[in-house]
Each structure stands twice: as structure tokens, then as C-alpha cells.
């Protein structure tokens, strides 16, 4: 008798586990059913049977890499010459027209291209903070659901706000914001709707006013008050530029953190995208409460907006995932090149002892997962759920390599083989699975060159 839903992947190469002991076994296997990991070993029971069996013998396997920073809307605005060479004001003044004219469809196909993408990357979990609500747009965060169910990620969406417009002050355009009361309604409605808090779960929902510059201490303290009451968390963007600092003494005549903190954030239950300027104290005030940082090298080396002190806090006691950010910042969405630019940002400031291949990726993974708040994903154990990423070590990048998990980003970053979220197949042979990548991304480049007027579109 075989479990109608059971994978057993067997003989592999290499199997990291990211459970406490950091234990990688070679030539093991790995057994799931209806979506759990069941058994991991050397040697898999003679009697057992599975519905789906995969020979690992050439694939190195790690837990589905999880992506905690995203903006998936900005595939649409990649490589965009008037913002090419800008920091992060400047770039956002540029692209707020552009993205001011997206709609359910563009957020829906955008969606689905960054999280193929990503799949196609090892990622198996991702979030996304969606902030920006043309007039007349309410649906954007169930177009973006509406994706990840189709594409079979495991999806947390934040649903984002800006409600300080450039006429009271802030950085948008007002054709962009929304009021408070219009976003607090929204995020109820989306919780009520999608926020699933089992184990396991597909669909999560967190809030995430955009940044100190778009909106007011008061949406910061209600949506606060708002989380704690549908126990869902908060996410937003904080000491990412010295300009943001600037602003926040202007305005509110405190620092990043002191806003943060006066406005209810300070807590577990917030993560915080790329968090670069911190004081050595403030590093350890973080830490105390276990605030966790998306770090997003990437899109921090790309507009040059300086460098997150990463393992400090990860010192401090705050979990540090990884983020690809925004596609107009990065501008891929690719999270084996973020966890190898992690490792090489990192090395480059301290030292290359400073941060090891395995550590650059249990921020890619569990670190990740605790950043979204759960267990139950990040690592390879019984009891967790499938998620997993198999990457493929016939791969002319890793040709010569000794060790396969050095291999993962020491060499050029690699598309997966196989991807696994919740014990099904997803990602096969490096194509995807659950649905057909080619007619998306026409639909993809038609509405980018609509968004963004292109006179010469590539293709
Ligand atoms: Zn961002």
C-alpha cells in the first residue's frame, strides 16, 4: 500500500538538513506524505513504498529557500533607464507615475512572473509587500493570492499602505495614497478573508505601512493595534537611507528606531526591510525584542544605500532573512544570487572568515521562516512540512567542485532541478510544473511596455 500523496526522494548526493546539529547527510533520503516530512535518514526502510519516487544521485537538497522582502509589482519597471543610476528618493520620484498605472491584471501577471522566477531560484515561501493602491484599485492583494494559488507557492502577503501624499508632506504622489480608514478597513477584510494560522499554512496575511516617509505615526500605531488583535504581523521598511533618517528627525524629531519604537513596532512581531543605519545600540535594542530584518544586499549594493549590519544583530538576538526587494531594485528575483551576495557583502566588511556558505543560507532558510513567524518550515526534519529545493550537480557551473553545498554559492547561481512545496512537484527537470511560463510572460511584456511607455520594448 502506497499513500495516495507520498514522495520519497532517495540516494542523494547531499541532504542539508538546517536542524539544530546543522546535520548534512550524504547518500540519504527523504520521505513525506500529504505534505510532511515524515522520515530523513541514511537508508530508507525496506518496506517502504511512495506514489512518487525521485533518484537523488546527482542533486543536492536543501530546505526550500524562503524570500522575506519583495515588492513583485516592480518586475514590470526592471531596468528602467530613467532610474537606472539613482538612490532611493530620487529612484522612487521616478518610478511612482509609472507604477500609479497598474491595475488587478498588471499586479496578477507581474505576480506570477516574479514568483516563477523565484521558484525557479529554490524558493518555496515568499512575501511580498504591496503598498501601492491607484485610485479606484482595492483588489490588488487578492490578484496577487489569486497568483500564488495558481503558481503553488506558499505565500504571505502584507497588505501595504502609503497614506501620506506629497500634499501633507511625504514622498508619493497623492494619486497613490489612500486614507486611514480606507486601509484599516482593507486589512481587516484581508485577513478576515485569506490569513490562514494553522501549520501548514499556504496563505498568510501581515500589515505593512510602506515606510516613516508615506505614512502617519497614527496608521503606524492602529495597524499595530489592528495585528495584535487578529495576532498577524507587521512589516514594513526602516533605516534603509540616510535621507530617511533625515526625514524622520524633521518630522518627527526622532530617529528611525525611536519612531518605530514610539509608535507601538518595537516587538516580535515585526520584521523590518533592509535596516541599515543602526547605532551599536540600537543594534541591541533590536535584538532584545527579537525585531527580525529582511537584509537585501542586493538591492542595498544597487542603489548604493550602504550596508546592514547583519550579523550584529543576528548577534543582538534578532533572526536576519533574506529579501530580493523590489525587481526595479535588484533587479531579479533570484534567492540563491541573494544568499551568495549576502555572503560576499558580508566577507567584503568583515572578512571572509566572518560568515560561512551554511550560514548565508540559514538565512536564506530557517532564519527566513522565523522572520514570517513559523516552525514549521526552513529546515528538513519529521514534522516539517515538504518544502524542498533539489539542485542539480551535473551543472556545468559546479564542474570541478569538491564540496556541494560550498558549490550552491560559491559558483554561479544555479536555476533549481526539482522544487517541492508541500510535498508536491512544482518545479520539474527546471520547468515549471503547474502552469505554462510562455503565454505569461507575453501577457507580462505587453503590460510592462504599457506601464512603463516603452518606445523600444525588448522583445
Ligand atoms: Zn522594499
Not at 39 to 44: A, E, M, T, V, Y
Not at 63 to 73: A, S, Y
Not at 371 to 393: H, M, N, Q, V, W
Amino acid at each position: 500500500m502506497t499513500t495516495a500523496n507520498s514522495l520519497l526522494i532517495r540516494d542523494l548526493h547531499t541532504l542539508v538538513t538546517m536542524n539544530d546539529d546543522r546535520e548534512v547527510i550524504h547518500g540519504g533520503f527523504l520521505y513525506a506524505e500529504d505534505g510532511v516530512i515524515k522520515l530523513i535518514g541514511q537508508r530508507p526502510p525496506r518496506n517502504l513504498r511512495a506514489r512518487r519516487v525521485i533518484r537523488g544521485n546527482a542533486l543536492i537538497a536543501v530546505p526550500g529557500l524562503i524570500n522575506t522582502h519583495h515588492h513583485l509589482f516592480q518586475t514590470l519597471t526592471r531596468a528602467c533607464t530613467a532610474a537606472a543610476n539613482a538612490e532611493l528618493f530620487d529612484w522612487l520620484r521616478t518610478l511612482y507615475p509609472l507604477w500609479s498605472r497598474i491595475d488587478e491584471e498588471a499586479t496578477h501577471v507581474a505576480a506570477l512572473v516574479g514568483m516563477a522566477e523565484l521558484m525557479l531560484s529554490g524558493c518555496t515561501t515568499t512575501s511580498d509587500h504591496h503598498y501601492l493602491f491607484p485610485r479606484g484599485q482595492s483588489r490588488l492583494i487578492d490578484a496577487q493570492i489569486a497568483a500564488a494559488r495558481k503558481i503553488g507557492i506558499r505565500f504571505h502577503a502584507t497588505r501595504g499602505s502609503m497614506s501620506v501624499g506629497e500634499s501633507k508632506g511625504g514622498l508619493p504622489p497623492d494619486s497613490v495614497v489612500q486614507d486611514d480608514d480606507t486601509i484599516l478597513a482593507d486589512s481587516e477584510r484581508v485577513i478576515r478573508k485569506y490569513h490562514d494560522p494553522q501549520p501548514g499554512a499556504m496563505i498568510r496575511v501581515a500589515l505593512a505601512p510602506c515606510s516613516p516617509f508615506s505614512v502617519s505615526p497614527e496608521l503606524m500605531r492602529r495597524t499595530a493595534e489592528l495585528a495584535e488583535r487578529h495576532d498577524v504581523r507587521l512589516h514594513t521598511h526602516l533605516a534603509e537611507t540616510r535621507d530617511e533618517e533625515r526625514y524622520c528627525l524633521e518630522h518627527f524629531g526622532k530617529r528611525p528606531l525611536d519612531f518605530l519604537d514610539s509608535v507601538g513596532w518595537l516587538t516580535d512581531r515585526s520584521w523590518l526591510a533592509h535596516g541599515i543605519y543602526f547605532s551599536a545600540s540600537e543594534v541591541r535594542r533590536l535584538g532584545r525584542a527579537h525585531v527580525g530584518i529582511a537584509h537585501c544586499p542586493t538591492s542595498n549594493m544597487r542603489l548604493g544605500s550602504g550596508f546592514c549590519p547583519a550579523l550584529a544583530l543576528q548577534r543582538a538576538g534578532s533572526p536576519v532573512g533574506l529579501g530580493v526587494d523590489g525587481s526595479a531594485s535588484n533587479d531579479s528575483s533570484h534567492m540563491l544570487a541573494e544568499a551568495r551576495n549576502a555572503l560576499l557583502l558580508n566577507r567584503l566588511r568583515h572578512g571572509a572568515a566572518a560568515i560561512t556558505v551554511e550560514q548565508a543560507l540559514r538565512m536564506a532558510t530557517v532564519e527566513g521562516a522565523h522572520c514570517l513567524g513559523r516552525s514549521d518550515i526552513g529546515t528538513l526534519e519529521p514534522g516539517k512540512r515538504a518544502d524542498i529545493a533539489l539542485f542539480d550537480l551535473r551543472n556545468p557551473s559546479y564542474s570541478g567542485a569538491e564540496d556541494a553545498l560550498s558549490a550552491l554559492l560559491l559558483c554561479a547561481p544555479a536555476t533549481v532541478h526539482t522544487l517541492v512545496v508541500e510535498g508536491r512537484v512544482v518545479v520539474e527537470d527546471g520547468v515549471l510544473s503547474t502552469l505554462s511560463l510562455d503565454p505569461i510572460l507575453r501577457r507580462h511584456r505587453r503590460i510592462a511596455t504599457r506601464v512603463t511607455n516603452n518606445p523600444r520594448p525588448l522583445c
